[in-house]
């Protein structure tokens, strides 16, 4: 059986205030469209690498919030990430923290839109 998550999608309000945000932050690129009357924002996608991935969407049955499912995003160096969405005016969370027994970092902010966010280091 392959992975079961497939694709995610961030509600968010102002889209172009939450691109701005993961740009900075992550420095990710977006492909922009509507579908079915969705504004869509498409994050990086690789067909070739392993992973998953989402889009930011604005629409109306979109609502930002801390309180659902918790995403993790993958980063190179989370504490350069943290810096930068704290500088981009994210909340943090949860403080960047070690699991050593998986060999990862964890970290949680709130963006730009009011969404919970996590952040993943493996190391």
Sequence with gaps: MSNPAVYFEIPV???HRAMVFY????A???EQEQFDGIDMAYLPFDV???????????GDTYVPT???V?????????KQSVARA????AKLLYPVTSHDSIRV???EIEDSEGNRIGLHQKY
């Design 13 to 15: 309000t102002d889209m």
């Design 23 to 26: 740009e900075e932050v992550f």
């Design 28 to 30: 990710f690129r977006f």
């Design 48 to 58: 070739q690498a392993s992973g998953i991935s989402g889009a930011l969407a604005k």
């Design 66 to 68: 801390t309180q659902g």
């Design 70 to 78: 918790l995403l993790y995003l993958f980063t190179n160096d989370i």
């Design 86 to 89: 704290i500088a981009a005016g």
């Design 105 to 107: 970092k964890v970290a």
